[in-house]
Structure formats: structure tokens, C-alpha cells
């Protein structure tokens, strides 16, 4: 049977498995049974320094230990980050921009302080028997299978009674009576060393995760800042459709009827210049015409209301410059709204590939994954390409600010983060030096 263990999330490639993840975490064993002393130490530090703060003296004191503290939990939240397979954010609350004693009073109130401070304590306690037990086990089997040559390099007196005065050894023969313990208490490391260390790592995510009042008040800013870029994307978008409006369709509407007035003047006098007029009006009407089309296609593709995403898509492949793959895993129709949304991340990502990341070949791939139990699901999005890569991240986490591009070009994807924030979407972006670029966006939905 594998170890489920062995899925997990772990830095810098792949997770080990079976024995390597069992030396894995032996060697984080000692690295935190070495964190547990400090561990003490700072918690000491940051005890002595909250109890002389009334004299002043202790306000850079605390200052200093709080962050010392919240540093030491900090490597301790990725280490169970890592080990479960779970993110964890920080849960402090932001300082205020004030003065020291105000920004001191708000972080010696934040809950997550005092949090850190609790695990401090709770951690010299429950390290001891989770992975310090953890590492007693291995060394233990490790000093139980070189007994006898333990016995014969010792002086006289040392190891002889193994399990105290009332069973003594007394000669090497006799000490090989002690190397089955070896394989036993290595058997034991063996089968505990994953439970203990996620066991630790769950005790470190009671205490420095953030709680759910915490998740809440997290929730609640995504959610206002995803509303706000939601509001200035629409109006930016009505802004640009009046623009268009006024500065295209509209001005050449007004031409067209001036030049029908003027015609109408004419036409008793030189039928040869009113003849004129109606051919450049007739052709003002075809390009005012073919302006509102374009409007219309820029809010809603009818192509997109005609075949759905998967059609609207193929359709944007054929007429793109670059030979465009485009692979569609979709139940059906999806919603309105999120064909949308979908089809211009779509739209705008292949844009700035082709506009930065001089490909010679694009794919996009779209699949939607249902969640169990429900007709909802997560709409996948990709948009690689072949380019010269480089993709600079830009504001917020995963956010790009280009495709392969530096970071002043190109702020196509960070308008797309903002129309997917309104589906709760995310977007983050793949691409290093020389290439591939991968653009790969999200957004959750149900299927029609």
C-alpha cells in the first residue's frame, strides 16, 4: 500500500517516499530538536521583555523578540505547511501606521501574538514527544545494534548493566542479548517517524494558523477588493464603449448626415456631385457599420452566444497570426457570464503572447472539473506558448504582469485577474528565462 504521506507537498521537487521520507524527517527531527532550545531561549527573551515594558527599557526589547518570534513560528508554519499539503497564511493583524507605542500596543494585543507565544510553550513540551521521540527511537535502535562492540571499546563499568543492577553482562558474548532490541525500536521509528511529525505539524497549525474568525476577516477584504476592481473594470468599460461610441460610430453618423443635407441642396443643380456624395456616404455607412460591429464583438461576441466557449475559441484560433492548438474538455454550455469571462482571459492572454513572447506556436487547453457531490466545478484555463519567456510577476501573488515579457511590459493579465476575481478566480503565470511561457487561469463555476 503507498504512504498517503508521500503525496505531500515538500520544497524543491518532488516528494521522497518510504525510506528517503523517513531520513527526510529524521534529519528535520534534530534541526527542530535544536529549534526546541531556541525555542526556549526566545521564549524567555520574549517573557522578560513584556514584563519590563512598563519601564520603557523593554519597549525595543519587545519589539526585537516579538519579531524574533514571529520569524521562528514563521519556519516553523511552512515546515507544517510543507509536511500537510495546506497553506498557511500568516495570521497577524497589519500594524497601524502610527507611532511606537501604538504600533507596540496593537501587535502585544493581536491575538497572534500571544498565540505564537502559547506555542512557544506548548512546543518545548509536545516537541519531546513527537519528532523528539522520533529521533530517541532511531538512536536507540542505532545504539542497541553496535551494543557489543559498544561493550568491547568501553571502559569497565560502562554498559554493562544495561537494564539496571539487577541484570548485568559480563562479557561480549552476553551483550548480543541486547541487539534485538536494535531492529525493534528501528521498526518502531520506521512505522511512527510520518505520524509523529504530522502530528507535530498538526499542533503547529492549531496554534500559529490563522482562525476561522481570522479566514473570515481575510475573506472579507478579498472580497471588497475583488468588488472595488469589479466596479472600475465596469466602469472603465462603459467609459470605453462611450469613446468608441462617441469618437467612431457617432462622428461618422453625424458626416453621413451632413453630407445627405448637403446632397439634398445639390441635387437641382449638380446630380453629378450629389451622385458622389451618396457613394461616400454609402461607404461612411459601411465602415460606421463595421465599427459597431466591433463595438458589439468587444462586449459580447455573438459568435460566443452562437457555439459557446469551445466554438468562440476555435473561431479565435483561425484567424490568429500564430498556429494556435486548441484542446476543450467541457460538459456542455457553461454559464453566460463565465463564458465571458472565460473567453476574454482567453482572449487578452493570447494577445500578449503573441504581442511579447514572439511564439512560433500557441496552445490553449480549457477543461472543467467537476466537484464531487455537486454540479459545480473549476474551469481550467492554459495559454502556453513557445516564446523567449521571462514573465515578470507583478502586484499580488500569481498575478503576472506580462507574457514573456519584462516587468514594465504589459499589463494585459493584471486586468484579467481582476475579472477573474469576481468568480473567485486566480491566475498565475509560468514562464522563465527563454521560454516556455505558461499562462494558467481559474475560476469556479457549474455547468449548465
Not at 507544517?80 to 501604538?102: H, S, T
Not at 512505522?191 to 476577516?217: C, F
Not at 494556435?324 to 500578449?352: C, H, I, K, Q, W
Request: charged share 15%; aromatic share 6%.
Amino acid at each position: 500500500m503507498t504512504d498517503p504521506s508521500a503525496t505531500r507537498r515538500f520544497p524543491g521537487g518532488a516528494p521522497p517516499s518510504g525510506p528517503a521520507l523517513r531520513v527526510s524527517l529524521l534529519g528535520w527531527s534534530l534541526v527542530l530538536l535544536l529549534g526546541t532550545a531556541l525555542g526556549t531561549g526566545l521564549a524567555t527573551l520574549w517573557i522578560t521583555s513584556v514584563a519590563v515594558v512598563a519601564l520603557g527599557a523593554g519597549i525595543p526589547l519587545t519589539l526585537l523578540s516579538t519579531v524574533l518570534v514571529r520569524w521562528f513560528a514563521g519556519l516553523h508554519r511552512h515546515w507544517a505547511a510543507d509536511r500537510l499539503g495546506e497553506p498557511m497564511a500568516p495570521p497577524y493583524l497589519p500594524p497601524p501606521d502610527a507611532g511606537w507605542p501604538r504600533r507596540l500596543w496593537a501587535i502585544l494585543r493581536d491575538p497572534a501574538t500571544w498565540r505564537d507565544w502559547a506555542w512557544l510553550v506548548v512546543n518545548s513540551i509536545t516537541g519531546w514527544f513527537t519528532y523528539g521521540l522520533s529521533f530517541i527511537l532511531f538512536l536507540g535502535g542505532i545504539f542497541y545494534l553496535i551494543y557489543p562492540l559498544l561493550y568491547q571499546l568501553t571502559p569497565p563499568q560502562v554498559f554493562r548493566t544495561p537494564l539496571g543492577n539487577g541484570f548485568r553482562l559480563r562479557s561480549v558474548q552476553e551483550s548480543f542479548v541486547m541487539v534485538p532490541l536494535g531492529p525493534v525500536l528501528l521498526l518502531l521509528w520506521y512505522t511512527t517517524a510520518v505520524r509523529l511529525a504530522n502530528l507535530n505539524a498538526l499542533v503547529i497549525r492549531s496554534l500559529l494558523g490563522p482562525t476561522e474568525q481570522a479566514r473570515l476577516r481575510a475573506r472579507v477584504q478579498q472580497l471588497a477588493a475583488s468588488r472595488a476592481d469589479t466596479v472600475d473594470t465596469q466602469a472603465g468599460e462603459l467609459r470605453r464603449i462611450e469613446r468608441d461610441l462617441h469618437d467612431g460610430a457617432q462622428a461618422r453618423l453625424v458626416s453621413l448626415g451632413m453630407s445627405l443635407g448637403l446632397a439634398e441642396q445639390l441635387l437641382p443643380n449638380d446630380p453629378q456631385a450629389v451622385q458622389r456624395m451618396l457613394a461616400e456616404a454609402r461607404e461612411a455607412t459601411t465602415d460606421a457599420l463595421a465599427e459597431l460591429r466591433d463595438l458589439v464583438r468587444g462586449i459580447h461576441p455573438p459568435v460566443l452566444s452562437d457555439r459557446g466557449l469551445d466554438g468562440a475559441l476555435r473561431a479565435l484560433a483561425l484567424v490568429n497570426p500564430i498556429p494556435t492548438t486548441v484542446v476543450t474538455r467541457l460538459p456542455g454550455r457553461l454559464p453566460a457570464p463565465v463564458e465571458s469571462a472565460a473567453y476574454f482571459a482567453v482572449t487578452e492572454a493570447l494577445s500578449n503572447a503573441i504581442k511579447h513572447a514572439r511564439p512560433q506556436h500557441i496552445r490553449i487547453e480549457v477543461e472543467f472539473t467537476p466537484h464531487r457531490g455537486g454540479g459545480t466545478g473549476e474551469l481550467t484555463m492554459r495559454v502556453s506558448d513557445d516564446g523567449r519567456g521571462g514573465a515578470a510577476i507583478g502586484a499580488g501573488v500569481g498575478v503576472g504582469v506580462g507574457v514573456g515579457a519584462d516587468a514594465g511590459a504589459g499589463t494585459g493579465l493584471l486586468g484579467i485577474a481582476r475579472r477573474l476575481a469576481a468568480f473567485d478566480g486566480t491566475l498565475t503565470v509560468d514562464s522563465p528565462p527563454g521560454g516556455p511561457t505558461e499562462v494558467r487561469m481559474s475560476l469556479l463555476c457549474a455547468s449548465s
